[in-house]
């Protein structure tokens, strides 16, 4: 009796599948596409779900199919689960014999400050599959299976033991060829120049122009949303940019972007 009572609880992997799918596409259709099924079949699959569940899943309105409350909140358990089986099943094929470590990191801290790092971590922990997320929200550490994480901000990350790992530091930055053209010797002259801002921390160049008492321009500017796109922008003599110096070594020992004033500020969270 217990057996078959747990069994009722644990779907075929087929059923899963196929409601995540038109859970994500908000379609049998496009979810028959994707698995490359029948939509009559993805109709079935999920009916049989709803049946052995006894819950209701979707709404059919029309020609729509819309989740329930009950249907959202399971969609969200199902795919992290389905997710993590995935990880699993690829990780036991490429190493059966190590463990499995995923982590979260921000996209451009990420290719410029860990990758270089990471051989050493590689070579002495040669059993570990590494799974790297990237993405510049924060992660959700126990729906999506992250069981590390690096990110920008206060340690306020509920479940979560957080480690201090440095402070960030921003200095302007330019091309070589942009400071001759806009003639820039003093806080003042960056203030006039086109700058570069930084979706997430828009309030970085008033802080910075703060510290000098200097009122920043209206002059010409461009948002971006990550700090790769901001430098390769400096670089090409598109703007200043304040940017962190860890994040931009290579550019600095290249000569491709210069300090134009060497006064740093802390970035706020």
Partial sequence: MELSYQRRFLPSTSMLVAFDSAARHGSFTAAAEELNLTQGAISRQIRSLEEQLDVQLFRRVNRTVVLTEAGRVYAKDIHSALQKIRTASLSIKTNPRGGVLNVGILPTFGTRWLMPR????????????????????????????????????????????????????????????????HKISSVKDIAKAPLLHLSSRTGAWQDWFSKFDVEMSEGQSLLFEEFSLVAQAATAGLGAALLPKFLIKNELERKELTILFDEAVPTSS
Avoid: R, Y
């Fill in 118 to 181: 990471f051989p050493t971590f590689l070579e002495e922990n040669p059993s570990i599959t590494v799974n790297f997320v990237s993405k510049l929200s924060q992660f959700d550490l126990q729906n999506e299976g992250i069981h590390a994480a690096i990110h920008f901000g206060l340690p306020e990350w509920p479940g979560a033991d957080a480690i201090f790992l440095m402070n960030e530091e921003s200095v302007p930055v330019a091309s070589q060829q942009f400071c001759d053209e």
